[in-house]
C-alpha cells in the first residue's frame, strides 16, 4: 500500500443538540437568548457550532471524531467551554504538522437569529486556531419548518475544513 503524499486535506463535520430548558445556549463561543429560553442540551456546552468544525479538523487527518478525545461519559468534559476543546485539537494538527486553511460552516436554526452574532463567532475561532478571520465562513439559516431544526427540537450545523501540511519531513 503506497501512502498518500497530498500536502492538502480536506475535513467534514456535523453536529446536532436537542434545545431544552435550563440549559445556557452557545454557538461559536457565543452565550445567545433564545425567545423561549431553551439552550443545547450536551456533555460539555453543545456548541454545535464548534463541535462541527472540530469533526471536520480531525476529519480531515482521519483521526476519528470528538468522542475520541472528549468522551460523553468522562467527567473531565462535563460542561466545559468548546472554543478550549478546539484549541486541544488545533495542537493535535501543530504536532502533526498541518495549518487550517479555511472553514466554511453553516448553522441550522429556526431561532434565534445570528446574523448579528456571527463576526462575534468568527472572532472566537480565528483566535482559538490562530486563522484571520476571512479564513472563516459562518452561515446561518433556517430549516424552513422542517425537521428536528425545524420544528425547534434542535440546532445543527455543518463544517467544512481545509487542511496544507507545514513541514517538511
Known amino acids: 500500500m503506497t501512502s498518500n503524499s497530498s500536502e492538502l486535506r ?6 446536532i443538540h436537542r434545545l431544552v430548558p435550563g440549559r445556557p445556549l452557545i454557538i461559536g463561543g457565543v452565550q445567545l437568548e433564545h425567545p423561549d ?15 462541527s468544525i472540530m469533526d471536520a479538523l480531525l ?21 466545559s467551554n468548546s472554543l478550549i ?17 479555511n472553514i466554511d460552516s453553516v448553522v441550522i436554526a429556526e431561532r434565534p437569529k445570528l446574523k ?22 459562518i452561515k446561518a439559516t433556517t430549516n424552513e419548518l422542517l425537521g428536528p431544526e425545524g420544528r425547534e ?14 513541514d517538511t519531513k
Open 10 to 15: 480536506i475535513g467534514n463535520g456535523y453536529d
Open 37 to 51: 429560553g431553551l439552550g443545547l442540551d450536551g456533555h460539555s456546552d453543545a456548541d454545535v457550532l464548534v463541535h
Open 59 to 79: 476529519g480531515a487527518l482521519s483521526l476519528g471524531d470528538i468522542g475520541k478525545y472528549f468522551p460523553p461519559d468522562d467527567p473531565k468534559w462535563k460542561d
Open 85 to 101: 476543546l478546539l484549541e486541544n485539537v488545533r495542537e493535535l494538527l501543530d504536532i502533526r504538522g498541518w495549518k487550517v486553511i
Open 116 to 137: 448579528n452574532h456571527i463576526d462575534l463567532m468568527k472572532e472566537n475561532i480565528a483566535q482559538r486556531i490562530d486563522l484571520d478571520l476571512d479564513c472563516i465562513g
Open 153 to 166: 427540537e434542535g440546532i445543527s450545523s455543518q463544517a467544512v475544513a481545509l487542511l496544507n501540511r507545514v
